[in-house]
Each structure stands twice: as structure tokens, then as C-alpha cells.
């Protein structure tokens, strides 16, 4: 009878075989990325603020806003992310941790 070859992944976390496939800071970016747009879509909703309204009151194109709401886009700089936050009388606040 062959025996079983283990898997080295088995039992570790998903973390960590992100950053041994070197896939790990990309990974963390679109997960970021998910999250803003999803928080902007709904504030957007809650203000009752539509694209084109949101583009105006940031002085852009609606064509930023759509790359801003889309959650697999995580090439939105920090000056845009702040603009819409302001757009919406939000803050945006980033945290290291360990």
C-alpha cells in the first residue's frame, strides 16, 4: 500500500501560505480595496448620493468614482480615497498593527 504524502499546508493558516506563495500583499490590498468600496457604496446609499453627484462634489469623472466602487480595482490612490471621504463628510483613518 503507497503511503499518503502530507500536505505542508495542511494545518497552517491562510496567511501564511499567502506569503510563501508570495501572494500575500496582494491579497491584503484587494481585501482592502473590498472593504472601502463596499464602505463608500453604502454611505453613498445612506446619503443618497448617486455616481454622477458624487463626482461633482469630488471635481472628477464619474469613470474614478467607478474605479473607486469597484472592489477588484486596488489601484485608487490615498488622494482619491480622501477626496470621497470629504465628499461625504467622512474621515478616513489607517492603523498599523502588528
Do not use: C, Y
Request: proline share 2%; no cysteine; charged share 25%.
Amino acid at each position: 500500500m503507497a503511503s499518503k504524502q502530507s500536505n505542508p499546508h495542511v494545518g497552517s493558516h491562510f496567511e501564511a501560505f499567502l506569503r510563501e506563495e508570495g501572494r500575500l500583499e496582494e491579497a491584503t490590498a484587494l481585501a482592502i480595496k473590498r472593504v472601502l468600496a463596499w464602505e463608500f457604496e453604502q454611505a453613498m446609499k445612506k446619503a443618497n448620493i448617486s455616481q454622477a453627484e458624487m463626482a461633482r462634489r469630488m471635481h472628477t469623472s464619474r469613470a474614478v468614482i467607478r474605479r473607486l466602487l469597484d472592489g477588484n480595482d486596488p489601484s485608487v490612490t490615498l488622494g482619491t480615497i480622501t477626496r470621497a471621504a470629504t465628499a461625504l463628510g467622512k474621515n478616513i483613518r489607517f492603523k498599523l498593527a502588528a
